[in-house]
């Protein structure tokens, strides 16, 4: 199986802050790296897709870059909505997997 | 609007069996895998295994592989995850999604979540 990690575990932010979130991939996984959040009770939401393509409805203040083992996922402003739980997933083999999750809350 | 609805909670006793469902709508249901995630209390997602509609067709993680039975009526566009026998380890929020082209996950179902107690 494709191992998923993702730094940091959490971390506390303000409005307006920049805000980046890595993943790595414990072997080549080439662009097959999605992006989601989650806000507590809800279902995950999907942010990027095949690692930097922004999903529509997105706001354009979310970016995704990377290839290979290491990605990264780029909040440009945080804003209030944005306090979530922040999971990475590759889908370049099955068993598909996650990362651990990153959750941002508030400073 | 695209949309998968899932059904309601469940709670169960150990040893009990169950199907819980996740109906889509808004969309061609065959042209697109389903595939369901477990999320257990406090914890992060598990991917358990996928269905293709069109065929039925299944793939599962082997952490799942012969736990759960995923299953699809797509006359009503309908997929489904079974257990024969629940476990209290069980306990958790199942999540169905619907597969893109390279297998991203929008969108997802609202979860159902199972609770296996005695």
């Known amino acids: 199986d494709i191992q998923m990690t993702q730094s940091p575990s959490s971390l506390s932010a303000s409005v307006g802050d920049r805000v980046t979130i890595t993943c790595r991939a414990s072997q080549s996984i080439s662009n097959y790296l999605n992006w989601y959040h989650q806000k507590p009770g809800k279902a995950p939401k999907l942010l990027i897709y095949v690692a930097s393509s922004l999903q529509s409805g997105v706001p354009s203040r979310f970016s995704g870059s990377g290839s290979g083992t290491d990605f990264t996922l780029t909040i440009s402003s945080l804003q209030p909505e944005d306090f979530a739980t922040y999971y990475c997933?590759?889908?370049?083999?099955?068993?598909?997997?996650f990362g651990p999750g990153t959750k941002v809350d508030i400073k | 609007e695209v949309q998968l609805v899932q059904s309601g909670a469940e709670v169960k006793k150990p040893g009990e069996s169950l199907r819980i469902s996740c109906k889509g709508s808004g969309y061609s249901f065959t042209s697109y895998w389903i595939s369901w995630v477990r999320q257990m209390p406090g914890k992060g997602l598990e991917w358990m295994g996928r269905i293709d509609p069109s065929d039925t067709y299944t793939s599962y993680s082997p952490s799942f592989q012969g736990h759960v039975t995923i299953s699809v009526d797509k006359s009503i566009s309908t997929a489904y995850l079974q257990w024969s026998s629940l476990k209290a380890s069980d306990t958790a929020i199942y999540y169905c999604?619907?597969?893109?082209?390279?297998?991203?996950?929008?969108?997802w179902g609202q979860g159902t979540l199972v609770t296996v107690s005695s």
């Open positions: 997933q590759q889908s370049y083999s099955t068993p598909f997997t």
């Open positions: 999604a619907r597969a893109g082209s390279r297998n991203w996950f929008d969108p």
